[in-house]
């Protein structure tokens, strides 16, 4: 076995871009979160930069996948050989980690989603992208009013002794009565402690709603970072509810894992990423609207250098296709 040959797992969000570095053997050799803050495509060359510095240049990148909202994006920095959505690299992670898991509990910084496996296979699913009170930035927002570190958030919260009713079914009523409780005189720590309830509770009747939730339970995102949640879970679930290893980049770590598929199923250590160098590359993203018919689609581009990568947001194929013609032409000279 090589020790300098990997599998890389990219996954893109709106608040975290994820990366992982998977070894041959399934152990993991790198785990990167770094915060997007809104600029993806730079984020991801300064990931793959200090990955870069951490690694060195004379690694071999044998497949690479990418998974998050902004995964197609990712992929076609990257060069990946596999893009798949979210509840897949998570599903596959989680398994992949704990093959008897029936449940996912995933909450992230913008949105949050329960997966439900039997027998290793995904049956149902369910995403929330709408209501803040049940993603991790409301915390981040609490925590930063009350004057605390969000590291410190779950172990306070953890110290209550009777944490106090919140409405956690919007975040602006949650707010609201945690000022309330705070001018009563509610200990910090019950108030935390009774937050932590609220979000879980929001979580449970709104992305858990009519889902046969069993154990093993797997929770995972960066939320899972906070005890006090984690005990909210097991108090209203009476189940227990583990928190993996990796549990910040599972879908980094499902990408990667997928990417291993990829080339064992194709036989061939052959991979289409563009290699390490690719922070050294200028990547530009524009994008403009057509006026060829009336849906005026809004088109976004992208290029490298001087050259178009990709297109996407045409509903015809206009330009996107045109790409694909134009590889298919090249291909055939080539021939």
Avoid at 77 to 82: E, F, I, M, P
Avoid at 172 to 183: G, P, Y
Avoid at 233 to 257: C, D, K, R, W
Wanted: glycine share 10%; with cysteine.
């Amino acid at each position: 076995m090589h020790t300098n040959q990997y599998f890389l797992g990219v996954d893109v969000g709106s608040v975290s871009t994820n990366i992982v570095l998977l070894r041959e053997d399934n152990t993991v050799a790198e785990a990167m979160y770094l915060r997007t803050q809104g600029r993806p495509m730079q984020t991801i060359q300064e990931g793959i930069k200090s990955l870069r510095n951490k690694i060195g240049n004379s690694v071999q990148i044998l497949g690479v996948g990418t998974t998050g909202s902004a995964r197609q994006l990712a992929a076609t920095l990257l060069g990946a050989d596999v893009v798949k959505n979210e509840i897949t690299a998570h599903a596959v992670a989680a398994s992949r980690q704990y093959p008897e898991v029936q449940t996912i509990l995933e909450i992230g910084g913008q949105d949050s989603k329960i997966i439900i496996l039997r027998d290793g296979v995904v049956v149902d699913f369910a995403m929330n992208t709408v209501c803040a009170a049940g993603t991790g930035s409301f915390l981040d927002q609490q925590a930063a009013r009350l004057g605390i570190p969000i590291e410190e958030f779950g172990p306070i919260a953890l110290q209550a002794e009777h944490p106090v009713r919140i409405a956690g079914r919007c975040s602006v009523f949650a707010e609201s009565d945690m000022i309330h409780k705070q001018q009563l005189g509610h200990p910090l720590p019950d108030i935390l402690a009774g937050l932590c309830q609220a979000m879980v509770r929001n979580y449970l009747n709104n992305v858990g709603k009519n889902k046969e939730i069993l154990g093993p339970i797997l929770f995972q995102g960066g939320v899972a970072a906070n005890p006090g949640i984690r005990k909210a879970f097991e108090t209203e679930l009476g189940q227990n509810v583990i928190v993996p290893e990796h549990f910040s980049v599972m879908g980094a770590l499902g990408a990667a894992y997928l990417a291993q598929e990829k080339v064992v199923q194709r036989k061939e250590l052959k991979t289409q990423f563009r290699g390490l160098q690719l922070t050294d590359t200028l990547f530009k993203a524009r994008s403009f609207d057509c006026n060829g018919c009336a849906n005026h689609c809004e088109v976004v581009e992208i290029q490298q250098e001087q050259d178009i990568l990709a297109r996407w947001g045409d509903r015809c194929g206009k330009w996107s296709g045109a790409l694909s013609k134009k590889e298919e032409a090249m291909n055939e000279v080539m021939v």
